[in-house]
């Protein structure tokens, strides 16, 4: 039985002891907290199971002889995973343990030496002395390897004194006073032995500011200037364009109101940031979480991991979906008097299980939860009887958080308290809100084998490494033909436009399903089963076909009369020069098209020469102009159009979250 079964047939036995009397009932009323009640001994029949926290002295002195060989050896990377095994694994709650780790940690700053990362090196020795208990005898060894760092940096000032400090812990060391002369002498002799340093392979180069979102919504603050936020009794809220967008535009850059890092990444991703990690800094209590810097298992430890670190582990063990997980993390983020004040302000609102208008924020951020409690849950459409499930999983996520002493001790297993059944109804509301508006968080890793995606060549895939709600592009609504392209960095979600967007259209963000490689009738099925809703885009209405269907040669090109629909198809050998239009009787020439798209002739190969030569900054601003000048003078759907578009994509998730061992083949 897999792990996500066992979850799943705990609440199904939970509910199957229901009688149809209490089903009935659970129906009948409108309100979550009423909910929680009711179920609430039912619920308990779905066991907590305490996990180990991870933690083992003795494999973490295995480790430490495993990657002491392999080191010797110099087979690095290896080295470096056998250490990186050993600092999570190693307790924290003894002098012997801590001291373990940082000897663990110092020899895998001995790698990164070796490999001449030596930012890392300076970030290890850090966490050495942030641990603290490094033994004084050894003290010597890693200021000499700072020094040499700084020497290879071509720090002067900071080498001297660092050589200086190692010259000066040699009292500490363990050694007769003529293996200490020894000692002085080598040191001497590595301050005149100056090493240059090689560009530092693994290190990140940030964007720069430019390149990041600089045009502000006063009121939508993740969003552009010009993204309004439009609202339709059928449609919902949407985003629409103010004024027009060119291809390449950001029009959203935003922070997660929580984001959660899948079980299967949860020691090779930060919990916090969501990067890849070579240098994982380990949480103090469990095994089960690591972090990419010292600063990020802070600001964890101030805030959920406090907490999950005992509920996360017994939760991905029981095999639920990590939209539980973040359910959990929206309450665990924030102390629970920050949601005793919210039930004040949503009092009267929650009596009619939000029939009202919503709360509207001034300023809707990512970081307000109004905006997320007030996500599309779909809750019209929802059948009653599903409400016993979620209230199930939210009863037992209530139950983790009273487990891991979220609510402080002294608590009870068998007692709910109205604090408690008030926080269980927002974990209930959470888990339908995710449900519809969640984001996957990824990073793109390399291929084995190289696929090719609407014709081109990949090296690469973008890879499921967590989620993450954020609560602006949580507004916009699907297309399979999207107006935008989005990645991460970091948690950070990056929206682009994808192609050129004109004053008054609505802005479209995709839900999974694309017009290029899955047809419509598969498309509709799966919206609908997914997110409740039968799809009626412009590809799904006109049913384009997929991509390998679609002939090179053919282009469409509009009337050329304001406002008509009509479309022409022409090949490109056609030399017809214009055609009549059967829906308004108007004429459309066709040499100013064909002269506007001739220029593509020039743009693209030249395109192409620069991506292939690494020049991607160069491509990108080409592949852009060639898209818009694509969509000025011809119509989708079109072979040209979606192969400019993959090689925009490629290069747009490029300035994303990579896997820290990455390798860029364009």
């Known amino acids: 039985m897999t792990k996500s079964s066992i979850f799943q047939k705990y609440c199904e036995k939970a509910i199957g002891t229901l009688t149809e009397e209490d089903v009935e009932k659970f129906k009948s009323t409108t309100r979550d907290e009423e909910r929680i009640r009711m179920l609430y001994g039912v619920a308990q029949a779905v066991p907590i199971t305490p996990i180990n926290n991870g933690k083992d002295l003795k494999q973490a002195q295995e480790a430490k002889i495993s990657g002491n060989k392999l080191f010797a050896a110099k087979k690095y990377e290896e080295a470096l995973h056998a250490y990186n095994e050993g600092i999570v694994v190693c307790p924290q709650d003894t002098d012997d343990g801590r001291e373990l780790l940082t000897i663990l940690i110092s020899n895998r700053s001995a790698v990164f030496f070796e490999q001449e990362h030596f930012r890392k090196v300076f970030d290890d020795i850090d966490y050495v002395i942030a641990v603290g208990n490094y033994p004084p005898k050894l003290h010597y060894k890693i200021w000499l390897r700072k020094a040499k760092c700084y020497d290879a940096l071509q720090n002067e000032k900071y080498a001297e004194e660092t050589y200086n400090l190692a010259i000066s812990s040699l009292k500490h060391a363990e050694l007769d006073e003529k293996s200490r002369e020894k000692k002085i002498a080598e040191i001497q002799e590595s301050r005149k032995k100056k090493r240059k340093a090689c560009p530092d392979k693994n290190q990140i180069i940030p964007i720069s500011n430019a390149d990041l979102f600089a045009n502000g919504n006063r009121e939508y603050v993740a969003a552009h200037k010009n993204v309004y936020f439009d609202f339709d009794p059928i449609l919902g809220r949407f985003a629409r364009a103010l004024e027009d967008f060119d291809t390449g535009v950001i029009i959203v850059e935003e922070t997660p109101h929580c984001a959660v890092i899948s079980q299967e990444n949860a020691l090779m991703n930060c919990q916090f940031c969501c990067i890849s990690t070579q240098q994982?800094?380990?949480?103090?209590?469990?095994?089960?979480?690591?972090?990419?810097?010292?600063?990020?298992?802070?600001?964890?430890?101030?805030?959920?991991?406090?907490?999950?670190?005992?509920?996360?582990?017994?939760?991905?063990?029981?095999?639920?979906?990590?939209?539980?997980?973040?359910?959990?993390?929206?309450?665990?983020?924030?102390?629970?008097?920050?949601?005793?004040?919210?039930?004040?302000?949503?009092?009267?609102?929650?009596?009619?299980?939000?029939?009202?208008?919503?709360?509207?924020?001034?300023?809707?951020?990512?970081?307000?939860?109004?905006?997320?409690?007030?996500?599309?849950?779909?809750?019209?459409?929802?059948?009653?009887?599903?409400?016993?499930?979620?209230?199930?999983?939210?009863?037992?996520?209530?139950?983790?958080?009273?487990?891991?002493?979220?609510?402080?001790?002294?608590?009870?297993?068998?007692?709910?308290?109205?604090?408690?059944?008030?926080?269980?109804?927002?974990?209930?509301?959470?888990?339908?809100?995710?449900?519809?508006?969640?984001?996957?968080?990824?990073?793109?890793?390399?291929?084995?084998?190289?696929?090719?995606?609407?014709?081109?060549?990949?090296?690469?895939?973008?890879?499921?490494?967590?989620?993450?709600?954020?609560?602006?592009?949580?507004?916009?609504?699907?297309?399979?033909?999207?107006?935008?392209?989005?990645?991460?960095?970091?948690?950070?979600?990056?929206?682009?436009?994808?192609?050129?967007?004109?004053?008054?259209?609505?802005?479209?963000?995709?839900?999974?399903?694309?017009?290029?490689?899955?047809?419509?009738?598969?498309?509709?099925?799966?919206?609908?089963?997914?997110?409740?809703?039968?799809?009626?885009?412009?590809?799904?209405?006109?049913?384009?076909?997929?991509?390998?269907?679609?002939?090179?040669?053919?282009?469409?090109?509009?009337?050329?009369?304001?406002?008509?629909?009509?479309?022409?198809?022409?090949?490109?050998?056609?030399?017809?020069?214009?055609?009549?239009?059967?829906?308004?009787?108007?004429?459309?020439?066709?040499?100013?098209?064909?002269?506007?798209?001739?220029?593509?002739?020039?743009?693209?190969?030249?395109?192409?020469?620069?991506?292939?030569?690494?020049?991607?900054?160069?491509?990108?601003?080409?592949?852009?102009?060639?898209?818009?000048?694509?969509?000025?003078?011809?119509?989708?759907?079109?072979?040209?159009?979606?192969?400019?578009?993959?090689?925009?994509?490629?290069?747009?998730?490029?300035?994303?979250?990579?896997?820290?061992?990455?390798?860029?083949?364009?």
Request: charged residues 25%; proline residues 5%.
């Open 280 to 666: 994982p800094v380990a949480c103090r209590n469990c095994g089960h979480a690591v972090f990419c810097s010292l600063n990020c298992e802070r600001q964890a430890n101030l805030t959920f991991h406090k907490y999950e670190c005992k509920a996360q582990p017994v939760l991905f063990h029981a095999g639920a979906s990590i939209n539980c997980a973040m359910a959990l993390r929206m309450i665990s983020q924030k102390p629970h008097g920050f949601f005793q004040q919210k039930k004040k302000l949503l009092k009267d609102f929650l009596k009619d299980n939000c029939k009202k208008v919503p709360i509207k924020s001034q300023i809707y951020r990512s970081d307000d939860y109004n905006a997320a409690f007030f996500l599309c849950r779909n809750e019209h459409l929802r059948k009653k009887g599903e409400l016993v499930h979620y209230s199930v999983m939210a009863i037992y996520l209530l139950r983790l958080l009273k487990f891991s002493g979220y609510f402080g001790g002294n608590i009870k297993d068998d007692v709910v308290t109205e604090e408690e059944v008030f926080i269980a109804s927002l974990i209930l509301r959470h888990l339908q809100i995710l449900q519809f508006n969640s984001h996957e968080i990824s990073e793109l890793r390399n291929l084995n084998e190289e696929m090719v995606t609407n014709g081109i060549q990949c090296h690469y895939k973008s890879e499921y490494i967590g989620a993450g709600l954020y609560p602006t592009l949580a507004l916009f609504n699907h297309s399979c033909d999207p107006s935008i392209v989005r990645y991460n960095i970091g948690n950070r979600m990056i929206v682009r436009t994808i192609k050129p967007i004109k004053a008054g259209e609505i802005i479209y963000e995709n839900y999974g399903p694309l017009y290029t490689s899955m047809d419509a009738d598969e498309r509709r099925v799966t919206l609908q089963n997914r997110y409740w809703f039968e799809c009626y885009c412009t590809p799904c209405q006109q049913e384009w076909p997929l991509f390998e269907y679609m002939d090179p040669n053919q282009i469409k090109i509009g009337c050329q009369k304001e406002n008509c629909p009509f479309e022409f198809t022409l090949y490109k050998d056609d030399l017809c020069p214009y055609f009549q239009c059967d829906y308004c009787d108007g004429v459309t020439k066709i040499f100013p098209s064909l002269k506007g798209l001739s220029q593509l002739a020039i743009m693209l190969p030249k395109a192409e020469d620069l991506y292939s030569a690494g020049e991607t900054r160069e491509a990108m601003k080409l592949f852009m102009q060639s898209l818009d000048i694509l969509y000025k003078y011809s119509r989708p759907p079109c072979p040209d159009m979606i192969k400019v578009q993959q090689r925009l994509k490629t290069l747009f998730v490029h300035l994303g979250n990579k896997q820290y061992n990455y390798v860029q083949k364009l």
